[in-house]
């Protein structure tokens, strides 16, 4: 060999091959390990996990209320704040922002949903679910239609409903107890009675004639006759006994309710083509 031969000896393995005209090999790499199957979806699952859901409780029966934040802070899932429902419409806006769900009784729910939504810029982030002990059809619906995410009944709620309750809520899902559910199928199956005759229903299901009925709503005999009669084709009843029966069934009436007697000073006045309120002085 010559005297540069050390200048021009290969140096390596891939040299050397190529010096012999061969192809060189690839340098070895280490082999990526795969990653493991929805490690990703559980580290995603884990930070989720890690926030808790904000829930404020206002209602007006303290001892319920008390209950449910115990309920919930059992869990360790939740931040549990509290509020007297009437200074929940009354908080800024900013904290009504940073609320997930509201949990209340039926009056306030529903009118912090109907506030809620009302305003100029609608806030979204809030779900209310209500427990009450108001399982009647009217209620009900006037919820469902105030936007109202989750119905409970006291009487067969549980801590375990409740805390699923919230949790649906916070996914924009409504939960309805099964009482409530069937409230609204029901509802559904006729039509609705107006203002005037629920008025009507809850005093015939007391059992009193049309005379007095007339005399407690301040109408004349037959607008009352009329009403009775739309009572009854929406029900279905044939009778005003069934009609109680089926009011009583469906939550529309509550026996052994007072109904507050006519305005003082209200008289009636018949005329040929339509009934009219007069108000007297005596």
């Known amino acids: 060999m010559g005297p540069n031969a050390a200048r021009t000896a290969p140096s390596n393995i891939a040299d050397v091959e190529k010096h012999n005209g061969a192809c060189p090999r690839r340098a070895p790499t280490l082999a990526r390990q795969p990653e493991a199957s929805g490690s990703k979806k559980q580290r995603r699952s884990a930070m989720i996990s890690d926030v808790k859901l904000r829930v404020l409780v206002a209602h007006n029966e303290p001892l319920l209320a008390a209950g449910l934040e115990a309920a919930l802070r ?10 007297a429902p009437c200074c929940l419409e009354n908080l800024a806006g900013d904290t009504h922002d940073r609320i997930d ?4 009784d039926c009056k306030t729910g529903v009118h912090f949903a109907r506030q809620m939504r009302s305003r100029r810029r609608p806030v979204t982030g809030q779900r209310v679910v209500i427990v009450t002990q108001d399982d009647s059809e009217t209620s009900i619906r006037h919820a469902m239609e105030a936007g109202v995410k989750g119905y409970l009944l ?20 409504i939960t309805l107890d099964p009482i409530a559910a ?4 029901d509802s559904l199956m006729g039509e609705t009675l107006t203002d005037r005759e629920l008025e009507v229903l809850q005093v015939v299901a007391q059992g009193l004639t049309d005379k ?8 004349s005999v037959g607008t009352t006759k009329c009403h009775v009669k739309r009572v009854l084709v929406k029900l279905g009843a044939a009778t005003r006994t069934q009609a109680a029966a089926i ?12 109904l507050a007697p006519a305005e003082p000073g209200f008289a009636i006045r018949h005329d040929a083509t339509a009934h009219t309120h007069e108000r007297r002085s005596y």
């Open 74 to 83: 059992d869990t360790n899932e939740f931040e549990v704040l509290t509020s």
């Open 247 to 258: 009011a009583q069934r469906r939550g529309l009436v509550r026996l052994g309710v007072p």
């Open 182 to 185: 069937t409230r609204i199928a």
């Open 101 to 104: 769900v509201v949990l209340s």
């Open 154 to 173: 006291q009487s067969v709620t549980t801590r375990d409903s409740v805390v699923q309750a919230v949790r649906s809520a916070a996914r924009d899902r």
């Open 212 to 219: 007095v009925i007339a005399a407690r709503l301040g109408i």
